[in-house]
C-alpha cells in the first residue's frame, strides 16, 4: 500500500467533483477503486511538469496524467477492471475507445471551440488556476482542443463559424449517447453488478456535458431524454462524490443574478421567485404605508383635539409622538 499520495485536481463545479474531464476520470480511478489517496483541488499545473492537472505525488515521485496514474493503480493492485471477467475486461476497453472517437470532438468543440461557450469554461479554469498563471493555461486547453477537432472533427475553429462541421460532431453524438443509453438499460453498471473502466469514461463525458450550463450545447437535451443515463450520472455524483461534489452558487446569498450561466435550472427558478416575492413584498408594504397616510391624514381632520385626566388639552399629533418616545 502507498501512503501518502496526494491526488491535485482541478476543483468541481455545478455539483460535480471537478470541472475537467481527465481529472475526472482520474478520480473515478481512486474512488471506485477506493485507493488510498488525499485529494487536493487547490493544485498548480505549473508543479505537474506538464503545465496541467491531474497529477498524483507520492513523496517527490509524480505521475502526471490519467495514462500514468491508471498505470500506477494497476501496478498496485487497484485495478479498475480486476472484478470483471476476461471477456468483459476486453469488452470494456473496446467500448472506451469508442465512447472516446464518438465524444471526445463534441466535448473539445462544445467547451472550448465555440465562442459562446469558451469564455465560461476560460473563467472556471482561471479562478482554480493560481496567478499569473491564470492567465495562460485556460488558453492552452483551448488550443489543445484546435489540434483535437482538427483531426476528429475535420474542420479547424480559428475559421468562421459557418464553416464549423458542429452538425457532424452533434450527429456522432447522439447516436454514441442513444447506444449508451440501450446498453446500460435497468442496469446499475454497463456490465452488471460491477464497475469498469468503461463506467468510468461515460460518466466523465456526460456528467459535464449533461450538469454544464452552457449558451450553445446541443446534445444536454438528448441526454435528459435517456432516464437510466441522467440517473446513472446522479447516482454515481451523489453516492460516491458526495464529499468532493461543488457547486459555488449559493442562493441564499444576496446579489446572485438568475441570468448567471452558473446557476442549475432549479436555482435559477428559486431566484425568479423569490424575486418575485420581494417584489410583491415591496409592493405590498408601499400600500400599506399609503393606506396609514390617508387614514392618519382623515382622522386628523374630523377629530377635535382630546382632553385627558390631568385637565390639560392636547392635540392628537402631540399625542402620537409623545407614544413614539
Known amino acids: 500500500m502507498l501512503?501518502?499520495?496526494?491526488?491535485?485536481?482541478?476543483?468541481?463545479?455545478w455539483g460535480l467533483p471537478s470541472i475537467d474531464l481527465e481529472c475526472l476520470r482520474v478520480l473515478c480511478l481512486v474512488k471506485f477503486t477506493r485507493f488510498p489517496v488525499i485529494i487536493e483541488t487547490y493544485g498548480n499545473p505549473l508543479r505537474s511538469g506538464a503545465g496541467k492537472l491531474p497529477y498524483l505525488q507520492i513523496g517527490i515521485e509524480k505521475f502526471v496524467g490519467y495514462k500514468?496514474?491508471?498505470?500506477?493503480?494497476?501496478?498496485?493492485?487497484?485495478?479498475?477492471?480486476?472484478?470483471?471477467?476476461?471477456?468483459?475486461k476486453c469488452l470494456s476497453q473496446t467500448f472506451?475507445?469508442?465512447?472516446?472517437?464518438?465524444?471526445?470532438?463534441?466535448?473539445?468543440?462544445?467547451?472550448?471551440?465555440?465562442?459562446?461557450n469558451y469564455e465560461i469554461?476560460?473563467?472556471l479554469y482561471a479562478k482554480r488556476t493560481p496567478f499569473p498563471f491564470n492567465f495562460y493555461y485556460p488558453s492552452s486547453y483551448q488550443k489543445e482542443a484546435q489540434d483535437i477537432i482538427?483531426?476528429?472533427?475535420?474542420?479547424?475553429?480559428?475559421?468562421?463559424?459557418?464553416?464549423?462541421?458542429?452538425?457532424?460532431?452533434?450527429?456522432?453524438?447522439?447516436?454514441?449517447?442513444?447506444?449508451?443509453?440501450?446498453?446500460?438499460?435497468?442496469?446499475?453498471?454497463?456490465?452488471?453488478?460491477?464497475?469498469?473502466?468503461?463506467?468510468?469514461?461515460?460518466?466523465?463525458?456526460?456528467?459535464?456535458?449533461?450538469k454544464t450550463n452552457l449558451p450553445n450545447n446541443p446534445l444536454n437535451n438528448h441526454i435528459r431524454g435517456c432516464g437510466n443515463l441522467v440517473n446513472f450520472i446522479n447516482r454515481i455524483s451523489r453516492d460516491i462524490f458526495q464529499k468532493e461534489s461543488f457547486n459555488s452558487i449559493n442562493t441564499n446569498k444576496d446579489g446572485v443574478d438568475p441570468n448567471d450561466p452558473l446557476l442549475t435550472a432549479t436555482?435559477?427558478?428559486?431566484?425568479?421567485?423569490?424575486?418575485?416575492?420581494?417584489?410583491?413584498?415591496?409592493?405590498?408594504?408601499?400600500?400599506?404605508?399609503?393606506?396609514?397616510?390617508?387614514?392618519?391624514?382623515?382622522?386628523?381632520?374630523?377629530?377635535?383635539p382630546r382632553q385627558y385626566y390631568d385637565g390639560i388639552t392636547y392635540n392628537t399629533d402631540d399625542l402620537m409622538d409623545d407614544e413614539m418616545e
Request: hydrophobic fraction near 45%.
Open 121 to 123: 469554461i476560460r473563467s
Open 68 to 88: 500514468q496514474i491508471k498505470q500506477l493503480l494497476d501496478k498496485e493492485n487497484y485495478a479498475i477492471d480486476a472484478k470483471l471477467p476476461k471477456k468483459a
Open 267 to 304: 436555482e435559477r427558478q428559486f431566484l425568479e421567485s423569490e424575486k418575485k416575492t420581494k417584489i410583491l413584498a415591496g409592493i405590498g408594504a408601499v400600500l400599506a404605508m399609503s393606506a396609514f397616510a390617508v387614514w392618519r391624514g382623515f382622522f386628523k381632520k374630523f377629530s377635535s
Open 96 to 116: 472506451t475507445a469508442w465512447v472516446f472517437s464518438n465524444l471526445n470532438a463534441y466535448y473539445y468543440y462544445y467547451l472550448y471551440g465555440d465562442p459562446n
Open 150 to 210: 482538427l483531426v476528429m472533427g475535420g474542420f479547424d475553429i480559428n475559421d468562421k463559424l459557418e464553416a464549423h462541421d458542429s452538425d457532424y460532431l452533434i450527429s456522432k453524438a447522439k447516436k454514441c449517447v442513444t447506444a449508451l443509453s440501450k446498453r446500460l438499460d435497468n442496469k446499475i453498471w454497463f456490465f452488471g453488478d460491477d464497475f469498469s473502466e468503461f463506467d468510468a469514461i461515460v460518466y466523465s463525458y456526460l456528467a459535464i456535458l449533461y
Open 3 to 13: 501512503l501518502g499520495a496526494v491526488l491535485y485536481v482541478y476543483k468541481g463545479e
